[in-house]
T-cell receptor, first 116, second 108 residues
Framework: NAGVTQTPKFQVLKTGQSMTLQCAQD?????MSWYRQDPGMGLRLIHY???????DQGEVPNGYNVSRSTTEDFPLRLLSAAPSQTSVYFC???????????????FGPGTRLTVT | KNEVEQSPQNLTAQEGEFITINCSYS?????LHWLQQHPGGGIVSLFM???GKKKHGRLIATINIQEKHSSLHITASHPRDSAVYIC??????????FGEGTQLTVNP
């Protein structure tokens, strides 16, 4: 299994440009999430999905869109990039172990985005 | 005040030392996670626990649900343990709330 993959690894955008960060997992996990990591702030949840066709907002959703048309893919779209979106973006997938409410997390390698 | 607080923020140790990183949280949780982020940036899950104690090699994680507190211990630390250690909690479902992380440096 490749696990969770993200592309691209690095990206530089100009203010106002749009782009899509790709995330895919081959573990048949039902849950997928996007986080951003900024210095001194820890990871913050942008959007998440509990299954194909179902998405919801996290803590910092403004300026981002997501969709989940398949179990495997969960792309993150930046509609009009702003310097405040300069960050490292992580995609994660998870599944529920057994009957309990605990979810083992698997992270992608991250995408480092700079908006100038 | 953050829902998840870690201490210390930075920790420097000599090889072989016993290391403890602490995590306190203020919300009800279904599970607590300890994650490791190496200088290359990748994040891996070390432990997921909802009660008691777990051990994997030289790493031990404990949680006290009543006190809303968890600790990550590293025995016989080694320079390859140098990384950022992140505590995260699941208030519900698969969503995580993260601490800011503890930067650990182990010198030879």
């Amino acid at each position: 299994n490749a696990g969770v993959t993200q592309t691209p690894k690095f990206q530089v955008l100009k203010t106002g440009q749009s782009m899509t960060l790709q995330c895919a997992q081959d573990m048949n996990h039902e849950y997928m999430s996007w986080y951003r990591q900024d210095p001194g702030m820890g990871l913050r949840l942008i959007h998440y999905s509990v299954g194909a066709g179902i998405t919801d907002q996290g803590e910092v959703p403004n300026g981002y869109n997501v969709s989940r048309s398949t179990t495997e893919d969960f792309p993150l779209r930046l509609l009009s990039a702003a310097p405040s979106q300069t960050s490292v973006y992580f995609c994660a997938s998870s599944y529920s172990r057994g009957a309990g409410p605990s979810y083992e997390q698997y992270f992608g390698p991250g995408t480092r985005l700079t908006v100038t | 005040k953050n829902e998840v607080e870690q201490s210390p923020q930075n920790l420097t140790a000599q090889e072989g030392e016993f290391i403890t990183i602490n995590c306190s949280y203020s919300v009800g949780i279904s599970a607590l996670h300890w994650l490791q982020q190496h200088p290359g940036g990748g994040i891996v899950s070390l432990f997921m626990l909802s009660s008691g104690k777990k051990k994997h090699g030289r790493l031990i994680a404990t949680i006290n649900i009543q006190e809303k507190h968890s600790s990550l211990h590293i025995t016989a630390s080694h320079p390859r343990d140098s990384a950022v250690y992140i505590c995260a909690v699941s208030p519900s479902g698969s969503r995580l709330t993260f601490g800011e992380g503890t930067q650990l440096t182990v010198n030879p």
